[in-house]
């Protein structure tokens, strides 16, 4: 089957206007939307020189092959199909990338962002000096669609703590939908956490100096085909770039988890202790356990959460578990040294046992990082 039909303007050869804006699209499952998309995109953009970018994390429903189907019949139809990645701002980095337009528009490929503002966001940059051009939800004649309330408190809670975290006043800083200048991207570029979902709070937050922004308000429509990816994953992930950008500046956000699992660590050495000590064993006995207990449910917990992007399965798993052992031993030895070492030095007790807990817990940190969990 051909597509052409779907092009309105794919009679013009391509090359008869110079490339004025990509817009670039990530896609996980939206085989269902991509036909209708390209039509309406290509209706909107009639007349400029422009392409779409899907990038498309290897979707098991076929939304690449599709795009490389509907791109034979015409030359504004691009695809970047990335296999074993996950993660939309990644996608969206890498979209932009991968075009030489000097503007570029981001919209999600489920069809919520409907395409009749795309105009208004692309002149906003190219006519009106704007350096960004956020699609805003929430400005006069903008809106959310039908989400129910709890999806709308908490989109508006995300929003609130963004703004604060970041000290924006853009009215929708979530938003999937805005227009970038290249130059203005490439300057941010370097900064980018590229984290989770939020790629254009991100971009806010890198840029160096304060961005020429515009915003545009539209509806946000109700998706009709596939499915959203939102879930308790991208909620963590937004936590994760909020911190990444405020503290983050001072102590890596990885530390600062590491340090939270071993906080939890000593209640589940507390707490194996006192049932051990009740059941009525030694207190080595107990002791013993218990630290053995804390060390594999912080080996567990770090992996998963700590270190969720690099998670050990299978029998990794297993070796990751002895070397996190291993090196939990010499950063016992190391604290009870520096402890013992301090007690010699300062009269208060508690002066000592912290800077043992702090110069163990760095090194369970760094050789943790270097070898259980390296790259
Ligand atoms: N390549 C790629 N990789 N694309 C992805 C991924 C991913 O891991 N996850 C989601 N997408 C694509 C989807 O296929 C869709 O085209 C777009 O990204 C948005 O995903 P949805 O799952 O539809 O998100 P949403 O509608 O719940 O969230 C939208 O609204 C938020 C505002 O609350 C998005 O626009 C968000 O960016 C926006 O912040
Ligand atoms: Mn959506």
């Not at 075009?99 to 105009?119: K, N, R, S, Y």
């Not at 906080?263 to 006995?285: E, K, P, Q």
Request: glycine letters at 10%; proline letters at 3%.
């Amino acid at each position: 089957m051909r597509h052409d039909t779907l092009i309105a303007d794919s009679p013009l050869p391509v090359a008869a206007l110079p490339l004025e804006v990509a817009v670039v699209v990530p896609t996980l499952n939206e085989a269902a939307n991509v036909e209708k998309l390209i039509a309406g995109l290509s209706i909107v953009l009639a007349g400029r020189g422009w392409e779409v970018v899907f990038v498309d994390d290897n979707s098991p429903d076929g939304t690449s092959e599709l795009v490389r189907r509907i791109g034979r019949d015409s030359r504004h139809i691009r695809i970047v199909q990335r296999v074993g990645r996950r993660g939309l701002s990644s996608a969206v980095v890498e979209g932009i990338l991968a075009t030489a337009a000097p503007i570029v528009a981001v919209m999600d490929g489920d069809l919520q962002h409907g395409e009749e503002a795309l105009p208004r966001l692309i002149d906003a940059i190219a006519e009106r000096g704007a350096e960004l051009a956020v699609g805003t939800r929430y400005g006069a004649g903008g809106g959310i669609g039908d989400w129910d309330q709890g999806r709308a408190r908490m989109s508006r809670l995300a929003t609130r703590a963004g703004q604060i975290a970041l000290g924006t006043d853009v009215s929708d800083p979530m938003s999937g939908f805005f227009a970038i200048r290249r130059d203005a991207f490439e300057r941010a570029l370097p900064r980018l956490s590229a984290v989770g979902f939020k790629i254009l709070l991100d971009l806010l937050a890198s840029s160096p100096a304060p961005l020429k922004v515009a915003e545009i308000p539209y509806q946000f429509r109700t998706r009709e085909a596939g499915e959203s990816k939102i879930g308790a994953r991208v909620i963590a992930e937004y936590a994760e770039l909020i911190a990444d950008k405020t503290i983050g500046r001072f102590v890596p956000v990885r530390l600062l988890k590491f340090l939270m699992v071993g906080g939890l660590g000593v209640f589940v050495h507390l707490a194996v202790l006192r049932a051990i000590l009740g059941a009525g064993s030694a207190f080595v006995t107990a002791q013993t356990v218990a630290v053995m207990t804390a060390i594999a449910f912080n080996f567990f917990l770090n992996n998963s959460f700590t270190y969720a992007d690099r998670k050990l399965k299978g029998w990794r798993l297993a070796g990751g578990l002895a070397s996190f052992y291993a090196i939990s031993a010499l950063g016992a030895v190391a604290n009870i040294g520096i402890g013992t070492w301090m007690a010699g030095h300062d009269e208060r007790w508690w002066v000592a046992g912290v800077a043992g807990v702090v110069v163990g817990a760095i090194w369970n940190f760094a050789m943790s990082a270097a070898l259980t969990w390296r790259k």
